[in-house]
């Protein structure tokens, strides 16, 4: 199927120029509606092209939103003063589309990568009836135990972050050598110039904590419809997290895929035949929630020979090439 694409902006209410995006089918009108949360330093334009492009091929409508100061949005780079503008600024954007005649009728779905996956889940406490379902890849949605501060730590950096909230001082792992697991596709990554790729500065990174923290407390809160998915081997996003998210959630209809041997950036970092398993995946679970197909027995997969396995919240398909 073909794709159309189209570029756009709104202003938020904080009169900032934000960048949007979208891929429809050309041949047709789109079957529901997808809506991306792009992670933390990323973009859609480019980097979650791939993204778009493979759902408007299955006959989606795709729409992508760089956050203030990411991507080709105006604002500080890659600061966040406070996640809920975030939050607020996809909500309005979204909606404006929703409520837009021709989509009025149709589902709508949150697609989270990373840090967009803690935007999703907001989105959805946020307004807990409005959406249809997420597809949340490696979601921040928890700090894992290994790298938690103690609450102290968190006490003792707030008043110093109010003083030098844009010092990009703090220390990190290069997370594209950690993240993208094909070297070619990695560089492809390190050469976007819109992504950013300096140290994180001092407010945007307790932002983050705060909000994984948020989030932890609220996890049997999330009602809606959604699959989860992980790489075994993510560095940058632990698989507990999702698996804490999975057992927690409140959803009846939810659904966890990890893969074995898969790094953090299944859908833009891994061999071409990974990338296609995982889009075979997300694009089965949308369908299948169109065709009013819900998970049996409290989230279970419908394949028998799947169930046992699921039950802990692991189902192992697709091994690393």
Not at 125 to 138: E, I, Q, R, Y
Request: net charge positive; with cysteine.
């Amino acid at each position: 199927m073909e794709v159309e694409y189209q570029e756009g902006h709104i202003r938020n209410a904080r009169g900032v120029k934000l960048f949007t995006c979208r891929w429809l089918p050309l041949s047709s009108s789109p079957k529901a509606l997808v809506f991306l949360c792009h992670g933390y330093g990323m973009e859609c334009s480019e980097f979650m092209r791939g993204v778009g492009v493979k759902l408007a091929s299955a006959g989606y409508g795709v729409f992508g939103i760089d956050y203030e100061g990411h991507g080709k949005s105006m604002g500080a780079r890659c600061y966040i003063k406070k996640f809920d503008d975030i939050v607020s600024d996809c909500c309005l954007f979204f909606k404006s589309i929703c409520e837009l005649e021709e989509y009025k009728e149709k589902s709508r779905f949150l697609y989270g990568e990373s840090m967009g996956g803690a935007v999703a889940l907001l989105l959805h406490k946020k307004d807990p009836t409005f959406w249809d379902g997420a597809v949340l890849v490696a979601p921040m949605c928890k700090i894992s135990e290994k790298v938690k501060p103690h609450p102290v730590v968190i006490n003792l950096l707030t008043p110093i972050v109010e003083i030098i909230p844009k010092w990009k001082i703090v220390p990190t792992k290069d997370v594209i050598d950690s993240a993208f697991k094909d070297p070619i596709k990695r560089e492809k990554v390190r050469s976007n110039k819109l992504i950013y790729q300096d140290k994180p500065r001092m407010k945007t990174a307790l932002e983050l904590l705060r909000t994984s923290m948020d989030l932890e407390e609220s996890l049997a809160r999330v009602k809606m419809p959604f699959l989860v998915l992980h790489g075994e081997a993510d560095k940058v996003t632990d698989p507990e997290v999702s698996l804490a998210l999975y057992k927690n959630a409140g959803s009846s209809d939810k659904k966890m895929k990890l893969y074995p041997g898969m790094w953090h950036a299944l859908t833009s970092g891994e061999p071409d035949s990974n990338v296609e398993a995982v889009f075979s995946d997300i694009i089965k679970w949308l369908d299948d929630r169109l065709k009013g197909t819900r998970l049996v027995g409290g989230g279970i997969s419908e394949n028998p020979a799947e169930r046992g396995q699921e039950r802990q919240g692991r189902v192992h398909h697709h091994s690393s090439l």
